[in-house]
């Protein structure tokens, strides 16, 4: 089985509509993908109604959240969306984007970057806005030759010039909500520093110990070094190892199933999870 448990579209900051992208995943010959948007489900019943025979969607969400000052993201498996507490949070989380992306745009033309919010929502279109649609505007404009390029500290990195804070939950009440709501947590891409501060191992071990499932090892921000050390960490705290492309179509280099989920983790997942189950496509229209 070819697996891939972490992927966004339009209703975040990917750039292909949830059809899309389980249409791409199908020709890619994936045969689960997960959808795990920022913060949101909203592309969840599209990429259903469209799911192609032979793919099965894993519902999900990569929630936003925050230690001790630095940013971190919690892949949530197979929750039930509508368990009111997380969707609460999640409601609250993305309705601090749009007041964060107008602080950045303003520090943006401090700057002298003539970068607007039209600009800005315009690209966002549908989706829940974030720095990636104010990188991808940086990049319209000729500021900078690519979307990652715009995530270091001159401009949009954490503690950038631009950079501006918005709500993020804390970890460890990101991980009761997901498990109250059935459903399963991993720690995304954990030692990404390319993308700023990461956290210690140490307050890896500390999730571990309230419940975190699993760490993202096998992703594109991690060198093969930093994956074997991720690789021993898990193994010593009895976590699982998922593996996945992050994909967001063209905004990022990554291909769908560029890093993938041993089947056997996948299998653990799905019986973990009591919020929602694996949908099995039938052949959408």
């Known amino acids: 089985m070819r697996i891939d448990l972490h992927t966004h579209s339009t209703a975040s900051d990917g750039t292909d509509t949830p059809a899309e992208l389980v ?10 993908i997960a959808l795990t948007d920022h913060d949101t489900t909203r592309g969840h019943a599209e990429a259903l109604a469209v799911l192609p025979a032979g793919l099965t969607l894993v519902t999900g969400a990569e929630l936003s959240c925050r230690l001790d000052g630095v940013s971190m993201h919690m892949l949530a498996y197979l929750f039930d969306p509508e368990e009111p507490a997380l969707l609460a949070e999640r409601e609250l989380v993305r309705d601090d984007r749009v007041p964060r992306a107008k602080g950045m745009i303003a520090k943006l033309n401090a700057l002298g970057v003539p970068v607007t919010w039209e600009q800005v929502a315009r690209i966002a279109g ?89 760490i993202e090892v096998d992703h594109m921000d991690h060198d093969p070094e930093t994956r074997a050390r991720l690789r021993g960490l898990a193994k010593e705290l009895g976590l699982l190892v998922t593996g996945s492309s992050d994909y967001h179509g063209s905004r990022k280099t990554c291909v769908l199933g560029e890093f993938m989920t041993d089947p056997e983790v996948y299998g653990e997942i799905t019986r973990r999870a009591t919020g929602a189950f694996p949908v099995p496509g039938a052949g959408g229209v």
């Open 23 to 32: 249409r791409k995943a199908a020709a890619a010959g994936l045969d689960v």
């Open 126 to 214: 549908d989706g829940s806005v974030g720095r990636p649609h104010v990188a991808t505007a940086l990049v319209e404009l000729g500021v900078v030759p690519s979307v990652s390029d715009a995530f270091t500290q001159e401009w949009l990195a954490d503690g950038g010039r631009a950079y501006m804070e918005k709500h993020e939950t804390d970890p460890f009440v990101a991980l009761r909500l997901v498990k109250n709501a059935g459903g399963v947590a991993v720690f995304a891409h954990p030692a990404a520093d390319k993308r700023g501060r990461t956290v210690p191992e140490s307050a890896i071990a500390d999730l571990a110990g309230a419940g975190l499932d699993g």
